[in-house]
C-alpha cells in the first residue's frame, strides 16, 4: 500500500529551468560547462563558414548540425530541460513545438519549391502577358 | 556521504524535496511555481512556432533579391559574432542571477542582472547600427523580398530583446522593492527561461540569415 503511494509520487513534475542540484558550487560549474560548450561550438561554426580548408559542399550541413547542437547544449544547460522522468511534460510539450516547427519549415520549403518548379520562366511569362 | 543520505531519507519518507530556494511537498494538485513555470514554457513554445513562420518564409524568399544585393554581399560576420559573443554572455550572467535569487543574495542577484542588461543593450546597440548602415546603403527592407524577410525575421528577434530588457529592469526593480518574494521568485523562473529561449533563436539566426547567407 505505502510502496504504491510512493510509486504515485515518483515522478513527480519539476517546473522548466528548475535544477534538482540546489547547491551553488554544481550549479555555477553547469553553467560555466553549458557556456564553454556553447562558445566551442560557436567558434567551430563561423570558423567552419570562413574556411577553405574543408569540402564546400558540407559547410552548409555542418553549420546547420552545430546549430541544432547548440540549441541542444543551451536547452540542457541553460533551460534544464532533460530527460529524467519529473521533466516527461516539459519535453513532450517540447517534442510537439518542434514537430510543428519542422512542419510549417518543411512544409512551407516544399510547396514552394514545387511551385517554382512547375511555373513558367520569367521571361516567357512576360512575353505572355504582352 | 552523511549528507546525500540524510538527503535521501528526508525525500523519501516525507515526500519533501529542497528545490532552488522553495520547499515543494507534493500533495494534491502541483505546486504553483511548476504550474506557472508549465504555463510560460508552453508560450515559450508557441512564439518558437511563430518564429518557425518568420524562417520559412526568410528561407522561401532568400533567392528573391530582385536584382539587389545578395546576403554575402552584405552581412559583416565580425559584427555578428560579436553580438553572438553579447547574447552568449548574457545568458551565462542570467544563470548567475537565478543562482543568486535562490540564494536571496540581493548584491550579487542586481550585479548579475545589471551586466545581462549591459550585454543585451550591447547587442541591441550593434544590431540597430548593422540595421542602419543597411538602410543607408540603399539595402533597406523595401529593397526586395529577401531583404524585407530579413528585416522581418531578425527585427522580430530584436523587439523580443528589447522587452526582454524592460522586464528585465523590471525585475531588478521589483526585487530590489520587495525582494524574493515567492511571487517575485516565479516571475524570475519565467524571466530566465525567455532570456535562454532568445538566445536559442539567436543562434538559429547566427546561423540560418548570417552563416548560411554568407557561405552561400
Known sequence: MSDQFQGLHSDLDVAPGDEEEAR?????????????????????????????????PSIPVAIVVLAIAQMGVHLVFFLHITTGPDNTNNVLALAFGMLIVFLVIGGSLWIMANLTHNMLPMDQLMQMQR | MADTTLGFAQGGSNNLRVRGASVVAYSGSAPKRIVTGYGFWLFLLSDIVMFSCFFASYAVLVGQTAGGPR???????????????????????????SIAADMRNQRWFQIAMAVTCVLGLAFLALELRE?????????????????????????????????????????????????????????LLCFALFWHALDIIWVAVFSVVYLLGSAT
Open chain 1, 24 to 56: 551553488v558550487g554544481p550549479r555555477l560549474i553547469g553553467y560555466a560547462v553549458g557556456l564553454g560548450l556553447a562558445i566551442l561550438l560557436t567558434a567551430t561554426s563561423f570558423f567552419v563558414a570562413g574556411t577553405d580548408l574543408v569540402w564546400q
Open chain 2, 71 to 97: 546576403g554575402s554581399q552584405l552581412f559583416d560576420l565580425r559584427n555578428v559574432a560579436i553580438e553572438t559573443g553579447c547574447l552568449l554572455v548574457s545568458s551565462f550572467t542570467c544563470g548567475l542571477a
Open chain 2, 131 to 187: 540595421f542602419a548602415d543597411l538602410i543607408k546603403r540603399g539595402a533597406g527592407p523595401t529593397r526586395s523580398a529577401f531583404l524585407s524577410s530579413f528585416f522581418a525575421l531578425v527585427g522580430c528577434h530584436g523587439a523580443h530583446v528589447s522587452a526582454g530588457i524592460l522586464w528585465l529592469l523590471t525585475m531588478m526593480a521589483q526585487v530590489f522593492a520587495k525582494g524574493f518574494r515567492a511571487d517575485i521568485q516565479r516571475r
